[in-house]
């Protein structure tokens, strides 16, 4: 069963980058085909899809972020990480990376990592 | 404001059956299959329905899908009190080339 972990700094300064590393275990990053995904959640509200990378190296972002995102894929060790740039207090939320097996099926996901945007 | 909409709440009582509804359009539901994923407080979302009507190994066979047209919806029979969580529909939207989620319905179980 794979596992999914977040990790990276829980507060980040305004106009700063947010970075995250989702480490991955119990099975390879490049195996199989997976889009490995990031995906967060603000206080009280829903979810919000920020992009994901393929097992091939390629990604996607969501319109709404994409100028401010890139996710990268590390298969030596097992990783794929989020940054976002020029972060504002509209960023802070729980951010989760999770496993998408086909288009919107997420059936892996990590614990989830908060992280607020403050001076 | 999220691109499916569902009923921000729902309750029910012990025993009951209760559904939940996700509606979208044709870029979204209507062309692709519908997720559900529950979301107990304080956890991260867990995939209960995939692929509009099936369960992952270990989900009851209290929780069902459908879908028609461009609507879709949960059923839970036989209410539980550890039923009681967030309920978040999605789907994969064609114009949007990325996963489109509902805003979430909190089922109370009173």
């Known amino acids: 069963q794979v596992q999914l972990q977040e990790s990276g700094p829980g507060l980040v300064k305004p106009s700063q980058t947010l970075s995250l590393t989702c480490t991955v275990s119990?099975?390879?990053?490049?195996?199989?085909?997976?889009?490995w995904s990031w995906i967060r959640q603000s206080a009280g509200k829903g979810l919000e899809w920020i992009g994901h990378?393929?097992?091939?190296?390629?990604?996607i972002y969501s319109p709404s972020l994409k100028s401010r995102v890139t996710i990268s894929l590390d298969s030596s060790t097992n990783q794929f990480s989020l940054k976002v740039t020029s972060v504002t207090a509209a960023d802070t939320a729980v951010y989760y990376c999770?496993?998408?097996?086909?288009?919107?099926?997420?059936?892996?996901w990590g614990q989830g990592t908060l992280v607020t945007v403050s001076s | 404001q999220s691109v499916l909409t569902q009923p921000p709440s729902a309750s029910g009582t012990p025993g009951q059956r209760v559904t939940i509804s996700c509606s979208g359009s044709?870029?979204?539901?209507?062309?692709?299959?519908i997720y559900w994923y529950q979301q107990l407080p304080g956890a991260a979302p867990k995939l209960l329905i995939y692929?509009?009507?099936q369960r992952p190994s270990g989900v009851p066979d209290r929780f069902s899908g459908s879908k028609s047209g461009t609507s879709a919806s949960l059923a839970i029979s036989g209410l539980r009190s550890e039923d009681e969580a967030d309920y978040y529909c999605?789907?994969?939207?064609?114009?949007?080339?990325?996963?489109?989620f509902g805003g979430g319905t909190k089922l109370t179980v009173l």
């Open positions: 999770a496993r998408d097996r086909d288009y919107g099926d997420y059936d892996s």
């Open positions: 119990g099975g390879s990053i490049s195996g199989g085909s997976y889009y």
């Open positions: 990378i393929y097992t091939s190296g390629t990604t």
């Open positions: 044709s870029s979204n539901i209507g062309s692709n299959y």
């Open positions: 692929k509009n009507d």
């Open positions: 999605a789907a994969w939207d064609d114009s949007l080339s990325g996963p489109v």
